[in-house]
């Protein structure tokens, strides 16, 4: 037993030997028979550009339409029909649904026979004021007479004329039974179906119209910001649904006080969208453009460093890196206005920064996108790698 237990021991330290020895020879080849050398370390590098930088304002947004109206019914009744879906569009006038009232025509005929019987009662007090008018000079009617016969007429005529007014109001409530669409828009809710009660004091909106061809936002501005807020200035409203595509857009209103809870100050953007291809309830980010800075170097956000709470790239010079202290300015999230540190057309290290620093030679890999690792095809932008689509009104 300890001869074999000798034997596997001797096995094992001569397999330990030849597996030594064959890796000091696949790692021991030299140059002159040093040991071998480390090749440098890999890194991208991306050459600094310029452009011109705005400044923003930016803030999440929720897009409203401009008009919007809830249509009920002035009259108590039953909804007799609904002519009107949810998606139709419907012009300013367009019947759009049928109340049946419920005793109003009663009201309508009882007040056409007051009217009826103060216009008989008018027409007989006019009668014995005609009457007496003729027989005062005689002496026959008194002048006490002539007076009460001409109050009556004017107390009746009042009555006729407030009889009349009656009449009128609850043909004009009886003709509100008509419901009719009060602007161009489309329909985004129908409320009710035939049969539910509607008009006052319980009956709700029957449908909901909005108009889309022009939508709004409002981005609330910090009190800092206030000052550089004008009414024109250049907008942009970007989408989570359409990230892509931006929309401009123009400071069209301020609300004239801050929010108490907020402290911040609405502003109203407004977007022009004929072709309805924007929906009410969409959410991302609004921009305001308070001023720009022109022709100043930009790099990807990749690039900085932070240590001590200051700002540093790597700056290719030759084959060798130099660690460099920038001032960085505008942060627009992937892209980086720096004010001062580095130079248009310098080379800085946008990957592999890890495994260097200052004054380590480097091997270098350009035109390799910071962000999704391909080969760059377009001039880097501030919003991307590559230049983003033209923005749409």
């Not at 627009?332 to 004010?339: M, P, Q, S």
Request: hydrophobic content about 45%; overall charge neutral; some cysteine.
């Amino acid at each position: 037993m300890r001869d074999r237990r000798r034997t596997v021991l001797g096995g094992i330290a001569r397999g330990a030997s030849v597996l030594a020895l064959t890796l000091v020879a696949a790692c021991g080849k030299t140059d002159g028979g040093g040991a071998r050398a480390r090749p440098p370390p890999l890194v991208i590098v991306s050459k600094v550009i310029a452009r011109d930088v705005p400044v923003e304002v930016r803030a999440p947004v929720e897009l409203r339409a401009l008009e919007q109206s809830d249509v009920g019914s002035k009259t108590l009744g039953v909804l007799d029909a609904v002519f009107v879906d949810r998606g139709d569009r419907v012009k300013r006038g367009q019947l759009i649904a049928l109340v049946r009232p419920s005793d109003l025509p009663d009201q309508l005929a009882a007040a056409r026979g007051t009217l009826a019987q103060q216009q008989a009662s008018l027409a007989l007090a006019k009668q014995n004021l005609d009457r007496a008018v003729k027989l005062a000079p005689q002496g026959v009617v008194s002048q006490q007479e002539l007076a009460n016969a001409t109050g009556a007429v004017a107390q009746i005529e009042a009555q006729v004329t407030a009889a009349t007014s009656q009449v009128s109001a609850l043909a004009v409530r009886l003709g509100e039974t008509r419901i009719d669409a009060p602007m161009d828009g489309i329909v985004s809710v129908r409320r009710l179906e035939p049969g539910a009660i509607v008009g006052p004091p319980g009956g709700g909106a029957i449908v909901t119209i909005v108009k889309i061809d022009k939508l709004r936002v409002f981005i609330p501005v910090t009190e800092r910001d206030i000052h550089n807020i004008k009414l024109g200035l250049d907008a942009r409203v970007e989408l989570d649904a359409m990230p892509a595509h931006p929309f401009l857009g123009t400071v069209t209103k301020m609300a004239p006080i801050l929010d108490p809870s907020t402290r911040t100050l609405d502003v109203e953007v407004r977007l022009s969208n004929p072709d309805g291809e924007l929906r009410p309830g969409m959410f991302g980010h609004g921009a305001i453009v308070t001023s720009v800075h022109p022709h100043v170097p930009v790099v990807p956000a990749v690039a900085i460093l932070l240590s001590d709470n200051k700002a540093f790239v790597f700056v290719l010079v030759g084959d060798k890196v130099q660690r460099r202290a920038v001032e960085i300015g505008v942060d627009e999230g992937t892209w980086v206005e720096i004010k001062a540190g580095v130079n248009e057309g310098e080379e800085i290290v946008t990957a592999g920064a890890d495994a260097i620093s200052d004054g380590t030679t480097v091997r270098v890999q350009r035109d390799v996108d910071p962000y999704a690792g391909g080969k760059l095809t377009a001039t880097p932008s501030a919003s991307g790698t590559s230049a983003p689509p033209a923005s749409r009104n």
